[in-house]
């Protein structure tokens, strides 16, 4: 089959300048390339003969003989005497290592094309290292075990699916939605990269009578009407345990005490919150006979107004 001329191939005039025809070779090579048409065998022939035309006319020497010889000018033995007395001989690649500097071969020859012309080129990247990601598992504790630090057995399922137990410790004063991180116990790092961190993240149960307020505690003691009116020494429950407080005769319902380093720990640095203790004054829901003319008695000894600073 006889070969397409060169300009055709290029899409130039045949007095084409020299900068035409790099600009045409640069913008069908472009198109062709293998790179941009992965798999597509169409575009890699076009490819080759746009590279192997542009490495004839891209070359003034080789530009001239071809004007004058055209392809049998790099036929092997061509003689160019030969040639203008009316030989004929048909165009093959072997001889094409003549004008690509020595090489041996037409992908090498247009390979050096490619490299002169787009710069150097550099090895397809390897997939660049990525870290893991990292992963969340949550943990509900107590709170007893917020408040002093406890060992929790965590158990994952990997994205391969393999199981991994783990225990993991949390510490005290850690609250909802407090995280704790374990470097490295993430998800492996595609093609080679480091491993994702693990955080745990705590979910803590409600207390029955605490209620954690930032780093403090807060709760609420019932006591009787004589605690509060003659005074009287009450236990207390702390996170750490019962203590005892001392509550002065008057004490009004509703009076709040606190109690200086009985709340919550610090997660960072060392200290702890206080604990706030509201005092409830509970009365009987019922009264015999006796005791009604006793709260009677104890009322016309003792008159009060507390009303009477409100106006309506």
């Known amino acids: 089959m006889a070969k397409k001329d060169y300009y055709t191939i290029l ?9 035409e025809i790099k600009q045409a070779y640069r913008r069908l090579a472009r ?65 094409f290592k003549d004008f690509f500097g020595g090489r041996g071969s037409f992908a090498e020859g247009f390979s050096t094309i490619f490299e002169d012309f787009f710069g150097k080129a550099s090895p397809r990247p390897s997939p660049t290292p990525t870290r893991g990601q990292d992963i969340e598992h949550t943990v509900e504790i107590s709170f007893a075990e917020a408040m002093h630090g406890t060992t929790s057995e965590v158990r994952l399922v990997r994205g391969d699916g393999n199981v991994e137990w783990l225990r993991v410790k949390i510490p005290a004063g850690v609250d909802t939605n407090s995280k704790v991180r374990l470097a490295g116990k993430g998800e492996a790092g595609p093609h080679g990269g480091s491993v994702g961190d693990l955080y745990i993240v705590t979910r803590v149960q409600p207390h029955a009578y605490f209620v954690r307020q930032g780093h403090d505690i807060v709760c609420e003691v019932p006591v009787t009407l004589a605690e509060a009116m003659l005074g009287a020494r009450v236990d207390i429950p702390t996170i750490d345990g019962k203590t005892t407080m001392t509550l002065p005769a008057g004490t009004q319902n509703g009076r709040k005490f606190r109690l200086r380093g009985k709340g919550a720990p610090h997660l960072k640095g060392e200290g702890r919150g206080d604990q706030y203790v509201t005092v409830k004054v509970v009365l009987p829901a019922t009264l015999d006979e006796y005791s009604r003319q006793l709260v009677e008695e104890f009322d016309k000894r003792n008159p009060l107004q507390p009303r009477v600073h409100m106006r309506w």
């Open 11 to 19: 899409g130039v005039r045949h007095n084409a300048s020299a900068k």
């Open 31 to 95: 198109r062709y390339h293998p790179d941009v048409n992965p798999g597509d065998a169409t575009a890699e022939q076009k490819f080759k003969e746009v590279s192997e035309a542009y490495a004839v006319l891209g070359n003034p020497e080789n530009r001239k003989k071809y004007d004058q010889f055209g392809h049998q000018a790099f036929a092997s033995g061509f003689d160019p005497s030969f040639a203008a007395g009316g030989g004929s001989y048909g165009f093959h690649t072997g001889n």
